[in-house]
C-alpha cells in the first residue's frame, strides 16, 4: 500500500511540474538515452526507500513525525537523481521540469505518508499476547526488557521444576500434552517465549505444534544481554553458535559516513549561519558583556574529556557558590539575552566548531557533565554505552523529550539513547537533522 501511495505521489507531481513549466515529459521518449537516464533515477529512488526501511514498519509515533522521515527519505534518494539531471546533457532540455517534479514528489510522498499513518492511527495494530515460559525468576526478568506497548498483554507461566516437567509430561503423552504449553493455546497467545533449554529431540514436535497454531516460538537465555552489541546465530556441526559483535554505529565504515555527514553539513552551515552567530555575539556582549562563549567540560566519546562551546547565557558567577547545578526552566540565573537564546536554541550554535574539531557530531547522545557522569553510572548499568560514539548537538531523546529534564527522567533519555545506537542508519540521522531544524524554525526545540 506504501509503494502505491508513494507512486501516486509522484505521478501527481510529475503533473503538477508539467502544468507549471508548460512541459510536456513525454518527450522524453523522443531522445535516445533519456527513457534509460529517468528509469535509472526512479528505481534508485525505489530502491534506496526500500533499502532504508520506507516499506517496513516505521519509527514514526506520529503523522508529522512521518513526515519527517519521509522529507530525509526523499532527500538521500533525489541526490542521485539531481546529479544525472545536471550531469547528463540529453536531459539539459527538460532539467528544470525535472528537478521541480523531483522536488514535488518530495511533498506529495511526504502528503500520501502523513494521510497514511494518520489512517493508520485510526486502526492501530492488533495487540501482542505474550507467553513466558521458565524458571520463575528468570519469568519475571524478561518482560522488562521486552519493547512493549501499553496495549500487549504478558502471560507469565514459572514452572517450578522445568525440566522435570517436561521429561513427566514426555513420558505420558506428546508435546501438546505440556502443561505450560496447553495455557498457551488456552490463553490465545501469539507468542511464546521460552527463558530455558529445550531437548533437542522435541524441537521438531513443538516446532509442528506452534506454527499449526499460529504461535512464533522463541527463546530467551537470560544471561545473555546484547548490550552494546548484536549478535549473528549460526550452526557448526552439531552446535549453535552464537557470534558477538559490533553495533553497526561502530564499525570503522559507520564512523567515516558520519563524520562526511558532519562535516559536508557543518562548513556549510558555518558559513551561512556567521552573520546570525555573530550577531548572538554582539547581543550578548551588550547585555552582560564578556565572556561571549562558555566553555564547560564535558564527557565524550570512549569517556574522553572536551569543552563544549555555547554561547553564554548565564551570569558568569552562575555557580561560583553553589558548584554543578543541572538546568532547568525557569532559570533564574540566565541574563536577560540568554533567556530568549536558550528559548530559541541558538545558544547552542557554536557546538558546530565542536563538531568541526570532531570532538562532537551533528546527531548523537548529549553530552553531560563528568559531575552528573558519576552519578548516573552508579544509578543506570547500561550509561556507558552513550560514550561509544561521538555525543551530538541533537539526537534521538533530544527530539523526543524536552532540552531541560529533570535527573528522574535520565533513564528514559538513556533508553531513547540506546535506541538510537542499537538502530542506527544514515537516514536515522538525516530524520533527526530534519526534525530539529524543523523545530528550530517553529521554535519548538527547546
Same mark, same amino acid.
Given at each position: 500500500?506504501?509503494?502505491?501511495?508513494?507512486?501516486?505521489?509522484?505521478?501527481?507531481?510529475?503533473?503538477v511540474?508539467?502544468y507549471i513549466?508548460?512541459?510536456?515529459l513525454?518527450?522524453?521518449a523522443?531522445?535516445?538515452g533519456?527513457?534509460?537516464?529517468?528509469?535509472?533515477g526512479?528505481?534508485?529512488?525505489?530502491?534506496?526507500?526500500?533499502?532504508?526501511?520506507?516499506?517496513?514498519?516505521s519509527?514514526?509515533?506520529?503523522?508529522?513525525?512521518?513526515?519527517?522521515a519521509?522529507l530525509?527519505?526523499?532527500?538521500?534518494?533525489?541526490?542521485?537523481?539531481?546529479?544525472?539531471?545536471?550531469?547528463?546533457?540529453?536531459?539539459?532540455?527538460?532539467?528544470?521540469?525535472?528537478?521541480?517534479?523531483?522536488?514535488?514528489?518530495?511533498?506529495?510522498?511526504?502528503?500520501?505518508?502523513?494521510?497514511?499513518?494518520?489512517?493508520?492511527?485510526?486502526?492501530?495494530?492488533?495487540p501482542?499476547?505474550?507467553?513466558?515460559v521458565?524458571s520463575?525468576?528468570?519469568?519475571?526478568?524478561?518482560?522488562?526488557?521486552?519493547?512493549?506497548?501499553?496495549?500487549?498483554?504478558?502471560?507469565?507461566?514459572?514452572?517450578?521444576?522445568?525440566?522435570?516437567?517436561?521429561?513427566?509430561s514426555?513420558?505420558e503423552?506428546?508435546?501438546?500434552?505440556?502443561?505450560?504449553?496447553?495455557?498457551?493455546?488456552?490463553?490465545?497467545?501469539?507468542?511464546?517465549?521460552?527463558?530455558?533449554?529445550?531437548?533437542?529431540r522435541?524441537m521438531p514436535?513443538?516446532?509442528?505444534?506452534?506454527?499449526?497454531?499460529?504461535?512464533?516460538?522463541?527463546?530467551?537465555?537470560?544471561?545473555? %544481554? =546484547?548490550h552494546?552489541?548484536?549478535?549473528?546465530?549460526?550452526?557448526?556441526?552439531? +552446535?549453535a553458535?552464537?557470534y558477538? &559483535?559490533? @553495533? $553497526?554505529?561502530?564499525?570503522?565504515?559507520?564512523?567515516?559516513?558520519?563524520?562526511?555527514?558532519?562535516?559536508a553539513?557543518?562548513?556549510?552551515?558555518?558559513?551561512?549561519l556567521?552573520?546570525?552567530?555573530?550577531?548572538?555575539?554582539?547581543?550578548v556582549?551588550?547585555d552582560?558583556?564578556?565572556?561571549?562563549?562558555?566553555?564547560?567540560?564535558?564527557?565524550?566519546?570512549?569517556?574522553?574529556?572536551?569543552?563544549?562551546?555555547?554561547?553564554?547565557?548565564?551570569?558568569?558567577?552562575?555557580?561560583?557558590?553553589?558548584?554543578?547545578?543541572?538546568?532547568?526552566?525557569?532559570?533564574?540565573?540566565?541574563?536577560?539575552?540568554?533567556?530568549?537564546?536558550?528559548?530559541?536554541?541558538l545558544?547552542?550554535?557554536?557546538q558546530l566548531?565542536?563538531v568541526?574539531?570532531?570532538?562532537m557530531?551533528?546527531v548523537?547522545? %548529549? =553530552?553531560?557533565?563528568?559531575?552528573?557522569?558519576?552519578?548516573?553510572?552508579?544509578m +543506570?548499568?547500561?550509561?556507558?554505552? &552513550?560514550? @561509544? $560514539?561521538?555525543?551530538?548537538?541533537?539526537g534521538?531523546?533530544?527530539?523526543?523529550?524536552?532540552?531541560?529534564?529533570?535527573?528522574?527522567?535520565i533513564?528514559?533519555?538513556?533508553?531513547?539513547?540506546?535506541?538510537?545506537?542499537?538502530?542506527w542508519?544514515i537516514?536515522?540521522d538525516?530524520?533527526?537533522?530534519c526534525?530539529?531544524?524543523?523545530?528550530?524554525?517553529?521554535h519548538s526545540?527547546?
Amino acid at each position: 500500500m506504501l509503494f502505491g501511495l508513494d507512486i501516486a505521489g509522484a505521478a501527481a507531481a510529475v503533473c503538477v511540474a508539467q502544468y507549471i513549466t508548460h512541459e510536456n515529459l513525454a518527450m522524453l521518449a523522443a531522445i535516445p538515452g533519456a527513457p534509460q537516464t529517468v528509469l535509472f533515477g526512479a528505481l534508485f529512488w525505489i530502491l534506496l526507500f526500500e533499502r532504508i526501511g520506507m516499506y517496513r514498519r516505521s519509527f514514526s509515533t506520529s503523522a508529522r513525525d512521518e513526515v519527517y522521515a519521509s522529507l530525509a527519505a526523499s532527500a538521500l534518494s533525489m541526490l542521485p537523481a539531481l546529479i544525472l539531471f545536471f550531469v547528463d546533457p540529453i536531459l539539459f532540455p527538460l532539467r528544470h521540469t525535472l528537478v521541480l517534479a523531483l522536488l514535488l514528489a518530495a511533498i506529495g510522498i511526504s502528503f500520501m505518508r502523513y494521510v497514511a499513518h494518520s489512517g493508520r492511527q485510526r486502526f492501530p495494530r492488533t495487540p501482542r499476547r505474550i507467553a513466558i515460559v521458565g524458571s520463575p525468576e528468570r519469568v519475571s526478568a524478561v518482560p522488562g526488557e521486552l519493547s512493549l506497548l501499553p496495549s500487549d498483554h504478558v502471560v507469565r507461566i514459572p514452572v517450578e521444576a522445568f525440566d522435570d516437567d517436561i521429561a513427566a509430561s514426555l513420558l505420558e503423552g506428546e508435546v501438546a500434552d505440556i502443561s505450560w504449553l496447553k495455557i498457551v493455546r488456552e490463553r490465545n497467545c501469539d507468542e511464546l517465549i521460552v527463558t530455558e533449554a529445550l531437548p533437542a529431540r522435541m524441537m521438531p514436535e513443538l516446532l509442528r505444534y506452534t506454527e499449526g497454531n499460529g504461535i512464533t516460538l522463541a527463546f530467551a537465555p537470560v544471561r545473555i %544481554r =546484547p548490550h552494546a552489541c548484536d549478535f549473528t546465530i549460526r550452526r557448526d556441526g552439531g +552446535l549453535a553458535l552464537l557470534y558477538p &559483535r559490533s @553495533l $553497526v554505529i561502530c564499525t570503522p565504515g559507520a564512523e567515516a559516513a558520519r563524520r562526511l555527514l558532519d562535516l559536508a553539513l557543518t562548513i556549510p552551515a558555518l558559513v551561512l549561519l556567521a552573520p546570525l552567530m555573530g550577531a548572538v555575539a554582539l547581543a550578548v556582549y551588550l547585555d552582560s558583556g564578556g565572556p561571549i562563549l562558555y566553555r564547560q567540560t564535558r564527557i565524550g566519546r570512549r569517556g574522553k574529556t572536551f569543552d563544549i562551546l555555547k554561547f553564554r547565557t548565564m551570569r558568569v558567577d552562575a555557580e561560583s557558590a553553589s558548584g554543578p547545578v543541572w538546568a532547568t526552566h525557569g532559570e533564574s540565573r540566565t541574563t536577560r539575552i540568554g533567556a530568549k537564546l536558550r528559548r530559541f536554541s541558538l545558544d547552542e550554535l557554536p557546538q558546530l566548531l565542536n563538531v568541526l574539531r570532531g570532538e562532537m557530531s551533528l546527531v548523537g547522545p %548529549r =553530552p553531560e557533565r563528568p559531575f552528573y557522569v558519576e552519578q548516573f553510572r552508579k544509578m +543506570l548499568p547500561r550509561y556507558d554505552e &552513550r560514550h @561509544l $560514539v561521538r555525543p551530538g548537538i541533537t539526537g534521538w531523546s533530544h527530539i523526543h523529550m524536552e532540552r531541560n529534564v529533570d535527573t528522574s527522567a535520565i533513564a528514559e533519555r538513556l533508553s531513547y539513547d540506546l535506541f538510537y545506537l542499537e538502530h542506527w542508519s544514515i537516514f536515522m540521522d538525516m530524520l533527526i537533522l530534519c526534525k530539529t531544524a524543523a523545530e528550530f524554525l517553529f521554535h519548538s526545540a527547546a
